[in-house]
C-alpha cells in the first residue's frame, strides 16, 4: 500500500554505532596498557640503584671492601692463538645455475687448542667490486684439529662471474 501523502515522514533508521565503540574500547586498552608499561619502566629504572647490595667485610684484620684494595692483576702471558681468518678457506665460490644466487663452500680448520665455534661472513661482488649479496655460515663445536665443510648462502640474484671476498671470522672457545 502507498504511503498517504498526507502521513509524516518515516523516521530514517538510526546508524549503529559499533564500530566507534569498539575503536574506543581497543584505543582505550592500548593506551591503558602503554600508560602500565611506562610506569614499570619507570619504577625499575628507579629501583635498581637501591636494590644493588653491599659488599660483604671480613673480619680478619686488614681487610677491607671490595674496591679498596688495589687489584693485582695476574702477570701470566696468554698462549698466542693463530689469528681465527686463517682457520677459514674458500673451497668453492659459485653461482646457482636457476636461481642465480650466489654462495661459497668453505672449509673451517680449528687449530687452537681448545673445542670452538665459528661463525663467518661472506660477501659477493660482482666484477666491478660492488656488493651484490651477504652470506653467512657457522659451525657446530669443532675440537682442536677438527675440520668441517658448510656453505655460506647469499640471497638474492647474483650476475656471472660473482666473486666471494672473506668478511668477519668469529671463533668462540668453548
Request: glycine content about 10%; proline content about 10%; some cysteine.
Amino acid at each position: 500500500m502507498p504511503a498517504s501523502p498526507w502521513a509524516a515522514p518515516a523516521e530514517p533508521p538510526r546508524k549503529q554505532r559499533t564500530g566507534l565503540i569498539v575503536a574506543l574500547a581497543v584505543g582505550g586498552g592500548l593506551i591503558v596498557a602503554g600508560g602500565v608499561a611506562a610506569l614499570v619502566v619507570w619504577t625499575m629504572s628507579s629501583v635498581r640503584d637501591s636494590v644493588a647490595l653491599e659488599p660483604e667485610q671480613s673480619d680478619a684484620p686488614h681487610s677491607a671492601p671490595y674496591g679498596e684494595e688495589p687489584y693485582e692483576e695476574e702477570t701470566a702471558e696468554p698462549s698466542p692463538e693463530p689469528a681465527p681468518e686463517g682457520d677459514v678457506s674458500v673451497t668453492t665460490c659459485s653461482r646457482d645455475s636457476l636461481i642465480g644466487w650466489p654462495h661459497a663452500d668453505l672449509k673451517i680448520v680449528n687449530r687452537t687448542g681448545s673445542p670452538a665455534v665459528y661463525i663467518v661472513t661472506v660477501t659477493f661482488v660482482d666484477g666491478d667490486g660492488a656488493e651484490v649479496a651477504d652470506g653467512i655460515a657457522a659451525t657446530e663445536e669443532l675440537a682442536p684439529g677438527d675440520s668441517a665443510e658448510v656453505r655460506a648462502q647469499g640471497t638474492g640474484e647474483a650476475p656471472a662471474g660473482t666473486k666471494c671476498r672473506m668478511g668477519e671470522v668469529e671463533r668462540h672457545p668453548l
